[in-house]
């Protein structure tokens, strides 16, 4: 899944560690976050989208694409 | 105090309940080695399991404590502990290696079988005791692997 986190935390002015300690997790989970190797908890999508005063899926671009190669191994 | 310092303290405490209990199991595993010279035991077993509980915690203490005087590092340790792409890493790692300690103990169930039907020589002496070390350290390197693939994949 796509995401806006490293443009949002440079438009706020906010280092990988900052962002991290605000919404309780670690740096190497941003910086996966930002890499899209990692998928955030619901949890923790809600507290980036408040943090950045967002909706969830305006951080997060949810892909018809890259869902429907997971529900039918590539077949549409 | 604050619940990251509590949780932290809380660690404090396994590390010394570890390293106490490890201090104790090797005294018992010294004394028993000592006295009990006519059992047919290997004490050792119990000295070896002592000095794995003492470095536990000594472990956690050397982690924990110094975490205890400053907030901040008190935080970032409980967040780090907690944080939820470490506690998926660290469960992928634990089911890789449940399948492998399964797999392994399967095998040796039917090596046994086939053992005690001749078909294959009997599990004993040092090779059935390499194959219970096998069982202890494969799946334990197989968490330890894991976890290191994860922390570069996720």
């Known amino acids: 899944m796509h995401n806006r986190l490293a443009e949002l935390r440079a438009q706020h002015g906010l280092t990988q560690q900052e962002l991290a300690d605000y919404v309780a997790v670690s740096r190497q989970t941003i910086i996966s976050l930002e890499n899209g190797r990692y998928n955030p908890s619901i949890l923790l999508a809600f507290r980036l989208a408040r943090l950045f005063h967002l909706t969830i899926e305006e951080i997060f671009i949810f892909s018809v694409e890259d869902d429907t190669d997971i529900l039918f191994g590539g077949q549409s | 105090m604050n619940t990251h310092k509590k949780w932290i303290a809380s660690r404090v405490r396994l590390g010394w309940a570890l390293l106490i209990l490890g201090i104790l199991t090797i005294i018992a595993g010294i004394i028993f080695e000592l006295n009990l010279t006519h059992l047919p035991y290997n004490f050792r077993l119990v000295t070896g399991l002592g000095i794995l509980f003492a470095g536990g915690g000594i472990g956690y203490l050397v982690r924990y404590i110094a975490?205890?005087?400053?907030?901040?590092?008190?935080?970032?340790?409980?967040?780090?502990?907690?944080?939820?792409?470490?506690?998926?890493?660290?469960?992928?790692?634990?089911?890789?290696?449940?399948?492998?300690?399964?797999?392994?103990?399967?095998?040796?169930?039917?090596?046994?079988?086939?053992?005690?039907?001749?078909?294959?020589?009997?599990?004993?002496?040092?090779v059935l005791w390499f194959f219970l070390a096998a069982c202890v350290l494969v799946p334990f390197a197989v968490y330890i692997a894991g976890i290191l693939l994860d922390q570069r994949s996720l």
Do not use: C, H, M
């Open chain 2, 67 to 126: 975490a205890l005087k400053d907030a901040q590092s008190a935080r970032r340790l409980a967040i780090e502990e907690q944080d939820e792409r470490s506690v998926l890493i660290r469960t992928r790692a634990g089911n890789r290696a449940f399948w492998v300690s399964a797999a392994l103990v399967y095998l040796g169930l039917l090596w046994a079988s086939f053992a005690s039907s001749g078909s294959l020589p009997a599990l004993a002496g040092d």
